[in-house]
């Protein structure tokens, strides 16, 4: 089976899209074709879109972007629909792993939805999703074992959605937080995140603060 692996996310270098592509990669990778494709610098090919349309798998990993998909995804998407009207000869199933900064996962469901739609735009199937909440954590967490502590829900999720992939099943959408305290995250993502960010660009704690206007 032929599967392409889809960074959508705008960030060069490391990011939490390709982070979570390479956790699923060792659960399909047994006996299927995987290639890998990055919208983040330029456009994909013309030779690259219709090497999409040949694939038996879409696996679409990206951030979410004020509810909805970075352009440079959406750019893409509009490319391949339009091939994809010259070419429906494949039946593509598309899976997609969405990840966000706030700490609820369920925020990501309208994004989830845009996809759903552009399959059926596309005469393509939509399998299943899955979308992390406080994906910001995810880089401070590549040593923690994937299905533990607290990646736990994100590994049983990815356990769940290889699976889908492997039968080209679908399955309803999955949507869930870290298992890390709510409260805990805030004080983390402020004491390791905002307040070094804040400090790298000459601010003080309290300016994170202010209204504007004030």
Not at 93 to 117: P, R, S
Request: proline share 5%; net charge positive.
């Amino acid at each position: 089976m032929k599967i392409a692996m889809i960074n959508g996310s705008p960030k060069l270098g490391k990011n939490n899209s390709g982070r979570l592509l390479k956790a699923l990669e060792p659960l399909i990778q047994n006996g299927n074709e995987l290639s890998h494709y990055k919208v983040n610098k330029t456009p994909l090919t013309e030779e690259q879109v219709q090497e999409l349309c040949r694939m038996d798998v879409l696996v679409l990993s990206f951030p979410l972007y004020i509810d909805a998909i970075p352009s440079q995804l959406f750019r893409m998407l509009t490319v391949f629909e339009e091939y994809r009207k010259q070419d429906q000869e494949k039946d593509i199933y598309v899976y997609v792993i969405l990840n966000n900064g706030f700490y609820e996962g369920k925020q990501n469901h309208i994004a989830m939805d845009i996809i759903k739609n552009w399959c059926a735009r596309c005469g393509l199937h939509f399998g299943q999703g899955i979308g992390q909440g406080a994906g910001e954590m995810l880089d401070f967490m590549e040593k923690v074992p994937l299905g533990q502590g607290p990646l736990k829900n994100l590994g049983k999720a990815m356990d769940r959605l290889a699976q889908a992939i492997l039968t080209r099943d679908s399955g309803d959408p999955m949507l869930f937080s870290p298992n890390f305290p709510r409260f805990a995250w805030r004080i983390s993502a402020d004491r390791g995140f905002w307040h070094p960010q804040a400090k790298k660009n000459g601010l003080k704690k309290k300016d994170l603060l202010r209204r504007l206007g004030e």
